[in-house]
């Protein structure tokens, strides 16, 4: 009989996702893990010189719907804040309204932030323009003491859409599992649910 054994959902993944689920008392040794994948990448924003707080390096955006490491390319009708150039950048979110620019992703997830020296042209427009979603990598991996896994499933692709992955565990009796998903550019929404059949 196969059973759903568990259900996670990893909202809005932009960078590498790496976690690692210790199976219950009521372990299996045959199944597999059903990746669903659905592409969340944001909308293009605007902001203007008033929505820049030089001080905190900090730009305001009602509901800008970012998270940190996002890829994204800023392009200007005018003067650019000073430290910022049209060029490609990487979100670090503060709140849900307020953004600060990076210039790597392990920048960004690191909290180094672009100085910004002035707001900007009066009244220019910056537009800031998510980069579609990347081909991403679904990589499976499990292990019987949490410390050294094995790899059990290796999947890429480019998501456009909805996107559904079977890995198999197959005749493997396993304590853990480790699911890593890698999102180079845009944003993945992802279930990830594990069907085990009972021993």
Known sequence: MIVNLNKVEIDQVTYTYND????????????????????VTPGVETFTDTDVVVLANTVTIAAHGYNTGLKVVTTTSGAAPGGLAADTYYIVKIDANTIKFATSA????????????????VGDTQTITPAALGTCAIDLYASNDGTNFVTLSVGTGNFTATTVKLLPILDKFYKYLQLVITVPAGALKVTATL?????
């Open 106 to 121: 392990a920048n960004a997830f690191a909290g180094t932030v672009v100085d910004i020296t002035t707001a900007g042209g």
């Open 195 to 199: 069907f085990g059949k009972k021993y």
């Open 20 to 39: 690692t689920y210790e199976l219950s008392s009521n372990d299996f040794d045959q199944g597999s893990v059903q990746v669903v994948c659905t592409d």
